[in-house]
C-alpha cells in the first residue's frame, strides 16, 4: 500500500490537530504543489531557456538565476491562494510579501525558493527550503516573523537530485517521500527519520579555513585525525540530506568575508534546525541552539554547526 503525502499529512492532522480543520493540509498541499512544479522545470533545464542569469541582483547582493524566479513565483502563487496563509517571506524579497489576510490569516510562512543555485547550471543538486509559523493573535506585518525557531509549526525542504525527495516534520518526528513520476505524487519513503548518533563525514567550504576562528580549525584536525572523511556539495540541501540519513557534521562557520556566518536564520537555519532536533540530532550557531535564537531580521545571518549527537557535543566542549 503506498502512502502518499498529502494522505500522511491528513493522517497526522486528524490525529496531532484535531482542530485545523483542514487549513494546514491546505497549506502543506500548495507546498508539494509549487515544488512539483519547480521539479518539473529543473528536470527540463537544458532543454527549455531557464538556465543562467535572470539579470537582477537580489536583496542577498547575489545574481538571481532565472530558476530562482521561477521557483519563487510558483511558492509565492501556490501559497498565496491558500486560505490559511496571512504572510509570505522569501529569501528573494527584500520584505515580507503581505495578501489580503495579512491580519486575519493563521499562519506565516517562510522559505528559500531555489537554495544552492548556483550549482543549477552543472546538474548538480539544489532543494527548496520552507519554515511555518503560527501568525500570534494581535500581531502581524513583519513583527509576525520574528519568533524563535522553537515556535515553528512545521518545516522541510525538498531535495531536487536523482529524485526528487520531499522532508517534513511538524513536531512529530520526520518523515520522507520520494517523487513517484509516473503518479506525480511524493510517496513515503522514509517513515520516521532518525539521524545516526555518530558519522564518518564532516562539510565544511575548506577554502575558508585560513578564516574559521582557531576552536574551528582545530575541531576539524581533531576529526580528521580520527580518520573522518570529507564531504561538500555547496547545496545546504544536499549536504543536509546526507548528513541525515549518515550523520556527521555540517558546518558553516563565522569567516573573513562573512564574520556573522553566511547561512541565514529564518528560512536556512532554522528549519533544519528543527528537522536535525526531531530526527536525534543538534544545531548550534557555534554557542547557543539555533531554536532559541530570538530573530531580529528577516534576512539575517547565523553561523551553523549541525547533524549527529555526538560530532555537535563534542564541538560544544571545544567552546
Ligand atoms: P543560496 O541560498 O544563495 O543558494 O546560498 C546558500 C548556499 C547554500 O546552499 C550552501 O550551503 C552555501 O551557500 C555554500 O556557500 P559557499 O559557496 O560559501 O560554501
Ligand atoms: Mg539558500
Redesign the pocket.
Known sequence: MIVTVQQHILQQQDELFPTARGSFSSLLSGMTLATKMIQAKIRRAGLVDIIGSAGDINV?G?TQQKLDVYANQALLHCLGTRESVAMLVS?ENAQPVTIDRSETGKYVVVF?PL????NIDVNVSVGTIFSILRRPDGVHGEAAVMQPGWKQVAAGYVVYGSSSIFVYTAGHGVFGFTLDPDIGAFVLSYPNLRMPDRGTYYSV?EANADSFPVHYREYLGGLRAKGYSSRYI????A?FHRTLLKGGVFL?PPTEKNPKG??RLLY?ANPLAFLAEQAGGLAIDGSQRILDIQPEGIHQRTALVMGSRAEVEEFEKKT
Open positions: 542577498q547575489e529569501e528559500d537554495d544552492g543555485s548556483s567550504n555547496g547545496s545546504l540541501v549536504d558553516y553566511k547561512l536556512e
